[in-house]
């Protein structure tokens, strides 16, 4: 996670450092940052005219709407689609019907080549259940509906982390509301999910399984869970559309990538509402935060809580570079960090709380290899290996938080000793 949010952040400042003349060697010699080196598989992404914000044009006005009109706002045609993630009895209204073990997908970027390789070594150990829900947030929402409609997919969630390059995901050049175009990757989504995936989805949908994916409501400043699969029955092209740009939208990091502008109803009037990276609101979701609370008496109604974290949770000292790009990539990925792990905290006090097995993975401590760029693929696929062993391995989760590591004379063990075989898919309680 470290990594990946100094590249990234790197990447865009450097856009703004650099304006129109940003390239790779540019990006080079900003200090404290290194050039990641040409591969022989590295694709470089088409040309795109520029946009016109970039030639000097104000973006177009968008509709004006009322905080109350945006509060009754739905999809048209698919009043199913969504609820507001703080809104309790939506969130248990949409839970399927009889509990089951649920898979929690995390922020991260192209970190999430750990979650590809862990998951895919749980297929390749027969120890995947299926999932009776599966939410995902940013990249765990990217990764989450091959993880949801299960092994047959697993070909495609490993090249969705191992065979692609930053010309897959981002142009240089700023859109007027990013630093960088997202549209290679909209474009890649647009290959990825496909109707075939969309018509599985809605199938497993209809088997009472739930596929939930997270955004952020910019203009609300409220999360927003999408219930995919609803989505997904809907079958149409404007179902595909729409899922395709959730996904986009929830892995679009603001400022850095465009956000993603949806089309809603509410109360007669038509509008957009604006959506960025889920991840805003936290860096994984099980429940809205009301009922995560230490005090609160929700019991969540599941067998095994398994949380995949995209990250390492381990403190990586470097000696930041007086720079406007690593002052602020250092401080914005400690933040996270911190997030994450007060995030799983609070998800293990709920699990014990509810009586629910509790499981987490994360990268290990031991994990080095040094990322040279935003989605270096020799990172990402060494990552994905790291993840495919771990899931096949007889422990490949912990039954705790990770534990804080040791510093100076202290003797703790900085990986976490208490770990759990995962549950055999129907030995759930």
Known sequence: MRQHIRAIVCTCLAVILAGPLFAPEALAQKPGVQQRPQHQHAKKAPARPQPATARGRQLPPRTPFTAAEDAAAVIPDMPDARFWADSESDFTKALPAQPG????????????????????????????????????????????????????????????YTHITAADVFEAGSTGESFVDSWPLKDLLGKLI???????????????????????????????????????????????????????????????????????????KRFQEMHVDGGVGGQFFIAPQALMQSTSGYRIPATQLYIVVNAGLKPAFAEVARSTPMVLAQSVAMAVQVDLRTMIDRAFVAANNSGVGFNVATIPASFSVPSRGAFDPDYMNALYDVGFAQGKSAKPFATAPPAFPARSSESTDPENPRTTDIAKPGAEK
Not at 103 to 129: E, K, Q, V
Not at 135 to 147: H, N, R
């Open 101 to 160: 073990p649920w898979l929690i997908l995390s922020t991260g970027g192209s970190d999430g080549a750990f979650g590809a390789g862990l998951l895919n070594g749980l297929s390749a150990a027969g120890n995947r259940p299926d999932y009776a829900v599966v939410t995902g947030v940013s990249t765990g929402a990217l990764m989450a509906p091959f993880a949801f409609v299960g092994a047959k997919y697993d070909d495609s969630l490993k090249a969705a």
């Open 194 to 268: 496909t109707s075939e995936l969309l018509t599985e989805v809605a199938a497993e949908y209809r088997r009472g399984r739930r596929l939930f994916v997270v955004t952020t409501n910019l203009d609300a400043e409220r999360s927003v869970v999408w219930n995919m699969g609803a989505i997904a029955a809907h079958g149409d092209d404007t179902a595909l559309d729409l899922f395709r740009n959730v996904l986009l939208a929830s892995g679009s990091v603001p400022g850095a990538f465009p956000p993603v502008l949806i089309d809603v109803e509410g109360n007669g």
